[in-house]
């Protein structure tokens, strides 16, 4: 099974709110296990990366970065939703 890897700190902001949302979070991505600098910003349309290997954005090396995601989601449904990550250096996850 490929494992889904996030390097080094990785924050995860989301609030689940009774609103139309726009598609995808806003991800800003830094150099550095706590935010350092900061390298660029783009929306995602999905949170569900494999970076094994990789780079997760231009500007970024393989190891050593953080990546901070903001928005809003609204639930197709009413329910219980189940958030997971595999990471090997930490997370920090706020809904």
């Known amino acids: 099974m490929k494992q889904n890897t996030f390097l080094w700190a990785l924050l995860l902001l989301i609030f689940c709110v009774p609103a139309?949302?726009?598609?995808?979070?806003?991800?800003e991505y830094y150099d550095g296990r706590n935010f350092d600098k900061k390298i660029l910003a783009r929306t995602d349309p999905q949170i569900n990366f494999d970076w094994?290997?990789?780079?997760?954005?231009?500007?970024?090396?393989?190891?050593?970065?953080?990546i901070r995601w903001t928005g809003k989601l609204t639930?197709?449904?009413?329910?219980?939703?189940?958030?997971?990550?595999?990471?090997?250096?930490?997370?920090?996850?706020?809904?």
Do not use: H, M, N
Request: glycine residues 16%.
């Open 20 to 27: 139309t949302a726009q598609p995808g979070l806003q991800g």
């Open 52 to 66: 094994t290997g990789k780079s997760p954005a231009p500007g970024l090396g393989q190891s050593e970065y953080s």
């Open 75 to 95: 639930p197709p449904v009413s329910g219980k939703y189940l958030f997971s990550a595999i990471v090997d250096d930490g997370i920090r996850v706020w809904v």
